[in-house]
């Protein structure tokens, strides 16, 4: 029930959930080279959600980025956007963002999932935005050196 901040910063925030949270790390690591300072709140558990860690990371950067292992629509990242607005609006410099996979059948080929599930880089890309700022992601790109349907070399299963 009790989110744990996975990195201290000031810029922005990103909640993340599950696997989404190294993706989150990856592009923390990548985005200090451009003096930018990620905060990233992992929540760890979904209910209950733990919404003063969320708000207090909030209001420290006053920026926010949700990321969701699940669809876009009916996503947890989609009620945690909609409680912040509706609630904290006014604290927000920029309108929040949810990264999620796409609202469609999860693809089963090596090359239909090319692009289907969020990365590092499109973290990156919409911080870039949300922050107006010109950033060159290809070394982030060639960093990744195992399959894109791979999280990692870690990753040992379960298939």
């Known amino acids: 029930g009790q989110a744990r901040i996975a990195r201290e910063g000031s810029d922005v925030t990103i909640v993340s959930l599950s ?8 592009a923390a690591n990548y985005l200090e080279k451009f ?5 990233i709140v992992d929540l760890r558990t979904i209910r209950p959600l733990d919404w003063e860690t969320i708000l ?3 209001q420290k950067t006053q920026r926010l980025i949700v990321l969701d292992t699940g669809v876009e629509t009916g996503s947890v990242a989609g009620e945690i956007i909609a409680r912040v607005c509706m609630q904290h609006f006014t604290i927000l410099k920029h309108p929040p963002v949810r990264i ?5 059948p999860e693809p089963t080929s090596f090359g239909l999932t090319k692009h289907f599930y969020p990365t590092s880089e499109n973290i990156v890309e919409s911080i870039a935005d949300m922050l107006s700022l010109s950033l060159d992601i290809s070394e982030l790109t060639k ?3 195992h399959p894109h349907d791979v999280p990692g070399d870690w990753f040992k299963g379960p298939f």
Request: hydrophobic share 35%; glycine share 0%; proline share 4%.
């Open 35 to 39: 003096n930018v300072s990620c905060e």
């Open 100 to 104: 999620a996979m796409p609202d469609n």
């Open 56 to 58: 207090n990371s909030i």
């Open 143 to 145: 960093s990744r050196k």
């Open 19 to 26: 696997y989404m949270t190294i993706e989150a790390l990856q």
